[in-house]
């Protein structure tokens, strides 16, 4: 079956569609962070895809309002033998408490929690939070001062916050960028594919074709490293 791929943004959403040999066309609302692909038949064009997309937007933001739902359900409790993730590699929690000043360190396959005696899981959660900007914080500014040479240009300002439907964001106009703080989990692939997608909005505000042709032309496997983002586990979970 022939397949022809398109990257279309329709009110804010991203959408990835698949253009296929089939009768009827598809649309589906996946984890983690609600993806939106659509499989459509190789008869329609973008605009009409677009249109049936827009009929859709109530029941697509109906399921990524479900999938954020599930995602605070199963927020950890911050203790040992849950595990987490840095940077694609998932790490079974330990938690020690002693007295003194809280932090986190890596020992062998081991992420470990050194707290005061007490501490609640929202506190917890905090340390862990502040320790994953802190190593986003070390990582970034080589891929961008990486990016600023190979693309020409320069980025004044970027910063890392916590988003619930976009791995990152630009603004055209102050050439200002985000990060969602969860990049921190995935392979590190993955956060310079989204460094250089958003630096790539500095050139092409959509997700038309000439921004395809911008980030095959620069960062050729970007595809893949999307998908691997993209299917990744999000989450916390018990070390099994």
């Not at 970007?222 to 490293?225: A, D, F, L, S």
């Given at each position: 079956m022939s397949t022809t791929n398109?990257?279309?943004s329709v009110r804010g959403i991203d959408i990835d569609v698949v253009y296929?040999?089939?009768k009827h066309l598809h649309i589906g609302v996946y984890p983690p962070m609600g993806r939106v692909r659509v499989a459509a038949p190789t008869r329609l064009d973008d605009d009409q895809v677009r249109l049936a997309v827009i009929q859709r937007l109530s029941w697509i933001k109906r399921q990524r309002d479900k999938l954020r739902s599930a995602q605070r359900q199963t927020e950890r409790e911050m203790v040992t033998g849950e595990s987490h993730y840095l940077w694609g590699?998932?790490?079974?929690?330990?938690?020690?408490?002693?007295?003194?000043?809280?932090?986190l360190e890596i020992d062998g396959t081991r992420l470990v929690l050194y707290t005061p005696a007490g501490t609640s899981a929202d506190q917890r959660r905090a340390y862990l939070d502040r320790w994953y900007r802190a190593q986003l914080r070390q990582t970034i500014p080589d891929l961008i001062t990486k990016w600023e040479r190979e693309l020409g240009v320069s980025v004044p300002q970027w910063t890392i916050r916590r988003m619930k439907t976009k791995w990152g964001s630009c603004n055209r106009e102050t050439r200002h960028l985000w990060f969602n703080v969860?990049?921190?989990k995935k392979h590190p692939d993955c956060l310079?594919?989204?460094v250089v997608h958003e630096m790539m909005h500095y050139f092409e505000r959509h997700h038309g074709e000439r921004f395809t042709v911008l980030m095959d032309r620069h960062l050729p496997d970007?595809?893949?490293?999307r998908d691997q983002l993209n299917n990744a586990p999000l989450g916390d979970e018990r070390w099994r």
């Open positions: 398109a990257y279309l296929k040999d089939i590699v998932r790490r079974r929690l330990t938690v020690i408490e002693r007295p003194g000043r809280a932090h969860e990049l921190v310079e594919y989204i970007w595809r893949p490293r």
